[in-house]
């Protein structure tokens, strides 16, 4: 039977709610629970999963909606109790916390005048708003905040750069300024490389081998996953790349992305190519053939952090061969299949290519959504697609899809290999390890009653100094059996192995031919955006409370702006203001 409780005017950050109400769920006697703010989206999310009843048409945005599926009144009642007590804890929490909370734009700039940096995680209806006003207040933008529509980005980024200022984002999940890692980013080495990327898990698995191999970053910025379209014009990726051109910390350019339309591609390169620094890019799904002559084209995403290195070096690494495998493997007959289940976008994005590659797959390989491959009985899911966390935590997050899709994986007689990625650092869970592997050794030995051999193989993007600890993860996962390699392309050519898929390794030592380039000149960045690389930055935090404690633990200055929906989320009412306010 389902319960609707509607508690008005009780704002909470979406991510908190995520995670309350995958705890009530395990509650005994419990079905299903769904905990949500009342907004639009979210009621059309209740709908589509079965938690909707009329009376949620009446809730505003600003009300915390409470759908329990549950067998009597009174596990409702016990559900009801934990409710109270999350909202006491976080209420706690909050009066304990050390930042300082503001209201208003106004009392955010007087208590921190000399801000530079607003980190934006709010929902995405309402994230363009709140970066115009802080463009309209001199600072520069982080917004993590997705789904924010692609006529928006373009309008802020325009303002930005009439401002010298940057906007990285929208759907912007790492970057590193000035040593802090911001939004889903790992603690690294501070070092002579500098990275611009328009993918989060991209930057996050280059820095962390860039750090592994003993190297550091000055700075890494993200662009949003967009900025490299037709519509954007690489705004950011551009800015950015003039920035570090500009940055006496920054000796060597890294540059990733996914595929850019073709004309914005040549305009990042032109740029590349005249900055006066050598460079590496990354267009992922690319297989170079040649280099330019300050520029090295890599193919892997552990390819792009060797050349960076041996750049910044002045010498060539050494890299360890691949470990022997057992010349019996014991796979049962017909377990030929890989199963890739990924929590990062564009670790999976890079699994699926080699993969398409080695199995000979079509590149246009068509797949269903949340696929980016499915050839051959072979898979690979990025469990972070929006069809997977709508309504629930990210999988870096809370690793309950992920189990579910294990667990199911685990029973498919044909599947040998189960690929996977573990993401460390903030943001992410704070020992996912811990759970995973439990998981896994369950498999495993479920696998193994039935006569078949199941191998785990994957990669853990992190490093030492991470909070939840590298070594400590890395233990786990070999105690419950799995194979963990150095970097992700070494997992995926690990797991084709174990299938009798040998992958060639590139030459990194590629011919140098001259490029027919429009000339290109490398103007200086505006004084704004050079200033924000010069020290840590100095946040106004709106959105998600937990980022702001953690780039306070990473010695910035922080502000946060204890966001509430204007005007209570009624939409005529928030547009009429808005006009006011420009009047």
């Not at 209201?103 to 955010?108: F, I, P, S």
Request: proline share 4%.
């Amino acid at each position: 039977m389902l319960h609707i409780i509607i508690k008005p005017n009780l704002y909470q950050d979406s991510v908190s709610l995520m995670l309350m109400s995958n705890k009530l769920s395990g509650i005994e006697g419990v079905n299903q629970v769904s905990v949500m703010m009342g907004t639009p989206a979210n009621i059309d999310i209740m709908k589509n999963t079965g938690m909707y009843a009329p009376e949620l048409d009446k809730a505003a945005p600003s009300d915390l909606c409470i759908a329990i599926d549950a067998e009597n009144g009174e596990i409702v009642s016990t559900v009801l109790e934990e409710v109270e007590q999350f909202l006491k804890n976080q209420a706690t929490a909050s009066a304990s916390n050390k930042v300082e909370k503001v209201r208003t734009w106004d009392r955010a700039v007087k208590a921190m005048p000399d801000a530079n940096l607003a980190v934006i995680s709010i929902p995405g209806k309402y994230a363009a708003e709140e970066a115009m006003s802080a463009l309209e207040n001199g600072l520069h933008v982080f917004m993590f905040s997705d789904n924010v529509a692609i006529e928006d980005e373009k309008r802020v980024k325009d303002s930005a750069k009439e401002k010298g200022l940057i906007v990285m984002g929208p759907d912007c999940g790492t970057a590193v300024i000035g040593g802090v890692p911001i939004a889903f980013s790992n603690v690294v080495n501070k070092g002579n490389i500098g990275v611009v990327g328009a993918s989060g898990t991209g930057i996050q698995e280059v820095i962390t081998l860039i750090d592994k191999m003993g190297a550091g970053i000055s700075h890494a910025l993200g662009t949003g996953g967009r900025d490299l379209s037709e519509e954007i014009e690489a705004t950011t990726m551009l800015d950015g790349i003039r920035a570090l051109a500009n940055n006496a910390d920054t000796e060597v350019v890294v540059v990733i992305s996914k595929p850019p339309a073709p004309k914005v591609r040549e305009q990042v390169v032109a740029l590349l190519a005249n900055i006066g620094k050598p460079a590496v890019a990354i267009f992922m799904g690319e297989k170079p053939e040649s280099y330019l002559p300050t520029i090295k084209f890599a193919h892997t995403l552990e390819e792009a952090a060797i050349m960076a290195v041996e750049l910044a070096k002045g010498s060539k690494l050494e890299v360890a061969p691949e470990a022997a495998l057992p010349a019996d493997l014991g796979l049962a007959a017909g377990q030929t299949k890989i199963r890739g289940l990924y929590t990062g976008g564009t670790l999976a994005y890079e699994a699926a290519t080699i993969m398409k590659e080695s199995l000979h797959a079509a590149k246009d390989n068509k797949h269903d959504e949340g696929y980016l491959l499915q050839y051959d009985g072979h898979e690979v899911i990025d469990l972070g697609d929006d069809m997977y966390t709508q309504g629930r935590p990210h999988p870096m997050i809370d690793g309950t899809t992920r189990f579910q899709f294990i667990e199911k994986a685990a029973k498919q007689s044909d599947v040998a290999v189960i690929l996977f990625d573990l993401v460390l650092g903030y943001g992410s869970h704070e020992d996912m390890a811990t759970p995973l592997s439990k998981v896994v050794k369950r498999a495993v030995a479920e696998a193994a009653n039935e006569g078949r051999k199941l191998y785990f193989v994957g990669s853990i993007c992190g490093t030492k100094n991470d909070p939840q600890g590298y070594d400590a993860q890395l233990k786990l996962m070999q105690e419950a059996g799995a194979i963990i390699t150095d970097s992700n392309f070494s997992a995926v050519r690990t797991a084709l192995r174990i299938i009798g898929h040998e992958v060639q390794v590139g030459s990194r030592e590629l011919p140098v031919q001259e490029a027919n380039l429009p000339n290109v000149t490398v103007a200086a960045p505006s004084e704004e955006l050079k200033q924000l690389l010069e020290s840590k930055p100095r946040v106004i935090n709106i959105g998600l409370s937990s980022f702001a404690d953690n780039l306070e633990t990473e010695g910035s200055r922080v502000v946060q702006f204890d966001w509430r929906p204007v005007a209570g989320g009624n939409e005529k009412l928030r547009k009429i203001l808005s006009i006011l306010n420009k009047m």
